[in-house]
């Protein structure tokens, strides 16, 4: 066998980042339609949701031969309960905004994360923020403002504006939870997501009534919890593996944009002309600031 070359390495690494980055945005963004189809309470879903991504996470460690992967959580477990606990947080307060909007109001509001983490980097990591972000964050500021009036004045009026406002929320934890996973980056992440995942089902039992499901609403949520999803996070997360983090997020515009098509055309949920036109300073903001991080990072990357 002939020894790959550096360039040829570089390339390959390339094309499966992309190629692991592009699967896993793309599984991701069939949640939003999950979450309709299943057609149970908020509760109920984070419940099964939680525990069933915990399952199938720690069935995928088992097999790939790395539960010993635990035993790295015992010396930060401070910091894994925290980032654990907010990850439960954003993924159940995803289910509660899809119920309560429309989904193209929370993708693309969960769209404006990139600029959260760069705001919690600079608080807590002293990291500069970069003039071409804080310029796509006031673009994407006064998007958000325009589907937030759009919220309020179409649809169901204050059911849209929480759910938006929610949206907004998890925007904000999930920056916090990536600026921490970067200041924690010997985590292994498989491990904390399973976590993650019996921390919701656990605060989610109280709630919910679990077992008065129909068939068919179990059928969706175990299509979400069981394969979906882990399919989803693994790919993006060994994406990382082979590309810059700007360049996977990039691939995160896969979700804002099918999450509200997929919809569309199962459902027939229509996208508000307010949020349409929110969405282009917002999706404009986010894909120049990220195609500019890249470009930086490729000029700075070794051949």
């Given amino acids: 066998m002939k020894p790959v070359s550096g360039i040829g390495l570089a390339a390959h690494n390339q094309r499966t980042g992309i190629t692991l980055a592009a699967i896993g945005m793309f599984v991701l963004s ?3 339609l999950l979450v309709r189809l299943a057609d149970v309470a908020s509760w109920d879903i984070v419940f099964w949701r939680g525990w069933l991504v915990c399952l199938a996470l720690m069935a995928y460690l088992l097999v790939a031969g790395r539960l010993d992967q635990f035993r790295q959580l015992r010396q930060f477990w401070l910091a894994v309960l925290l980032i654990a606990s907010l990850y439960a947080l954003g993924s159940s307060l995803f289910v509660f905004s899809v119920k309560l909007t429309k989904v193209a109001n929370t993708v693309l509001i969960l769209s404006c994360t990139p600029f959260c983490a760069a705001i919690f980097s600079w608080f ?5 923020i970069r003039q071409r972000t804080l310029i796509a964050m006031i ?3 006064a998007g958000i403002g325009v589907v937030f009036a759009g919220a309020a004045g179409f649809g169901d009026g204050i059911n849209d504006v929480i759910g938006s406002f929610l949206a907004l929320l998890i925007a904000i934890n999930t920056g ?9 980056a010997g985590l292994p992440l498989i491990p904390v997501l399973a976590v993650s995942g019996a921390i919701a089902g656990a605060v989610a039992l109280p709630f919910a009534s679990p077992f008065s499901l129909s068939g068919e609403s179990m059928g969706w949520l175990m299509v979400m919890g069981l394969v979906q999803i882990p399919i989803a996070w693994i790919c993006a997360l060994s ?3 082979y590309i810059p983090a700007p360049e996977v997020s990039l691939f995160l515009l896969i979700e804002t944009v099918l999450g509200p098509v997929w919809v569309w055309l199962v459902l027939a949920e229509a996208i508000p002309p307010l949020t349409l036109l929110g969405g282009v300073f917002i999706l404009g903001a986010v894909s120049v600031n990220a195609w500019l991080g890249l470009r930086e990072t490729l000029q700075v990357r070794p051949v």
């Fill in 30 to 32: 069939f949640d939003a």
């Fill in 124 to 128: 807590l990591l002293g990291e500069r």
């Fill in 139 to 141: 673009a994407a500021t």
């Fill in 176 to 184: 916090l939870t990536l600026t921490l996973l970067r200041k924690f």
């Fill in 239 to 241: 994406a990382t593996r």
